[in-house]
């Protein structure tokens, strides 16, 4: 394995697709010397080996392997091609925060979502520096349509480019079922508590359901989520109260019932430790009178 395993995205937003093309190595030829390109080079090799090193790593491309190369690194050749070697290339930028490392771990974002934006969660994507791709062939004719979308009148070329460039993207993200048993139960332990954040829930009925002591859940979510499963769990509530006030007439006390809350009083306390107002303050600030 590399030192840099995973370069990791916070999204949104998503990257963006800036250009490509498909280019053909004959035997002697060698990958170009640069430094600092502003952006992220994409090689997926079609046919044949690319000898590559960025700073003090190097790889052998071969065919079917798909190696991302950083904005801010020295990219070099290590050798020239032995055969004829064909390889899709493509760059991209993003306006996002993202990081190079060992392990696919999660980014904090510095900063939240606007408060309005109920249905957008920060989620960190991760693209493996270097893997083989699964399939291929399906890759290879995205791959040409991103390629002939260029090509279209701009306007529907920057709609299709984009659409098709998420699609690859996507294709490239880190195998979900390489995930560990932790991280797979952290999400399992997500989803329950999301679709079920209206009940009373507490840490026994948690081990009952995932039938694992209440300990072991609680590593696991603060490994993937940084809090504990009802500290996650209160946390959705109070987002899906502050949604309900901004969306509905709904008085305090219907809202506390909605999400799970016992008492109003309570609600209104831990709405105001989290979004430094009362629910009543809150919902006024985005009130305006008619006249």
């Not at 999204?11 to 600092?36: A, M, S």
């Not at 989620?123 to 040409?144: A, C, G, M, R, Y």
């Not at 829930?201 to 590593?219: G, M, P, S, W």
């Amino acid at each position: 394995m590399s030192k840099t395993d995973f370069l990791s995205f916070l999204v949104p937003p998503l990257p963006y697709f800036i250009e490509g093309n498909i280019t053909t190595y004959q035997k002697g030829d060698w990958h170009p010397n640069r430094y600092n390109l502003g952006y992220f080079d994409v090689i997926i090799v079609k046919e044949g080996l690319l000898h590559i090193g960025e700073e003090d790593e190097a790889w052998k491309v071969t065919e079917n392997y798909a190696l991302i190369l950083e904005p801010d690194k020295h990219h070099f050749p290590i050798e020239a091609c032995t055969e004829q070697t064909s390889f899709y290339w493509f760059h991209f930028q993003t306006n996002s925060t993202w990081c190079a490392q060992s392990s696919p771990d999660l980014i904090v974002p510095s900063t939240p979502i606007p408060e309005l934006h109920f249905h957008s969660e920060h989620t960190t994507i991760h693209l493996p520096k270097i893997q083989k791709v699964v399939n291929p062939h399906e890759l290879f004719s995205k791959l040409d349509y991103l390629l002939s979308s260029t090509l279209k009148p701009r306007k529907l070329a920057l709609w299709e480019a984009q659409q098709t460039f998420v699609n690859i993207f996507q294709s490239l993200e880190h195998d979900q079922n390489n995930k560990d048993s932790s991280s797979k139960l952290a999400e399992q332990i997500e989803i329950h508590l999301k679709q079920n954040y209206k009940n009373a829930i507490t840490n026994k009925d948690l081990e009952a359901h995932f039938h694992v002591h209440q300990n072991y859940l609680a590593r696991c979510m603060k490994t993937a989520f940084h809090r504990t499963p009802l500290e996650y769990l209160m946390d959705y509530r109070l987002d899906q109260g502050r949604s309900l006030l901004l969306q509905t007439d709904w008085s305090v006390q219907q809202i506390t019932e909605e999400t799970g809350f016992s008492q109003a009083s309570y609600f209104s306390k831990c709405f105001k430790q989290k979004f430094g107002m009362s629910p009543k303050n809150y919902r006024q600030q985005y009130w305006k009178p008619t006249h």
